[in-house]
């Protein structure tokens, strides 16, 4: 071998070499960008129903339902910040107002691009007795979600299955992600309120309505493969 052709051969070596280390620059740049950029986490919103001066339905004891969504989101909230592949958002935290005019409740989620919008209340009506867990609906896309939703709640609450419906309201209406309204029980029925305010009522309703995103969850994914 002359001299030439090894010095030839070093150079050949040499831009072997740099062209591995613009590869790895590349390959970095793109994990570090890739990571940066890209959140593959399902965005839940979670939609404490009322809040400040519209306290929403009273129930038998004098308390509140805007207090009631609040509480239960809350725990909501909490056990999806342990779930790795969920990022949860409110509309609210604390006892803000959010009027309906301003459609800001169907609007954060939109601009947010959840994908998946869950508003919470607690139901009433004039007739005591009435008891049950329904769940609301509008758009078709809604419709899975909805019956999931509604599975998975009613048998945490133990109250009658009123089922999932569509009805015009305009949180489930105007957002774009599938959505659904949770009526958990009604306040205006003096057993399952007193039952709806206590801590293991709401920690075994926010553990259902946490299973029924993860089985929704999981169908999409699927549907997918
Ligand atoms: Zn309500």
Not at 115 to 136: A, K, P, Y
Request: charged fraction near 30%.
């Amino acid at each position: 071998m002359s001299l030439g052709n090894a010095s030839e051969e070093l150079k050949w070596k040499e831009g072997r070499n740099m062209k591995k280390i613009v590869w790895l620059f590349g390959l970095l740049l793109f994990i570090v960008i890739g990571s940066a950029c890209s959140d593959d986490r399902l965005k839940v919103v979670i939609d404490p129903g009322h809040g400040g001066i519209d306290a929403g339905a009273t129930g038998v004891s004098g308390k509140y339902e805007k207090d009631f969504t609040l509480s239960l989101s809350k725990k909501v909230e909490q056990l999806l910040k342990k779930e790795s592949d969920i990022k949860v958002l409110m509309t609210r935290s604390d006892d803000t107002f959010i009027s309906q005019e301003s459609r800001q409740r169907p609007k954060y989620a939109n601009e947010v691009k959840a994908d998946l919008f869950i508003s919470i209340h607690g139901n009433t009506f004039s007739d005591s007795s009435v008891s049950g867990t329904e769940t609301f609906y509008y758009h078709k896309n809604s419709q899975s979600f909805a019956e999931i939703m509604q599975k998975h709640v009613v048998e945490a609450t133990g109250f009658r299955d009123r089922g999932a419906m569509e009805r015009d309201l305009f949180v489930v209406k105007e957002t774009e992600m599938p959505a659904a309204l949770l009526e958990i029980g009604y306040l205006t029925n003096q057993e399952d309120e007193a039952k709806m305010w206590t801590d293991d009522f709401q920690n075994r309703v926010a553990a259902s309505i946490v299973a029924g995103i993860k089985e929704y969850q999981e169908s999409l994914e699927r549907a997918e493969e």
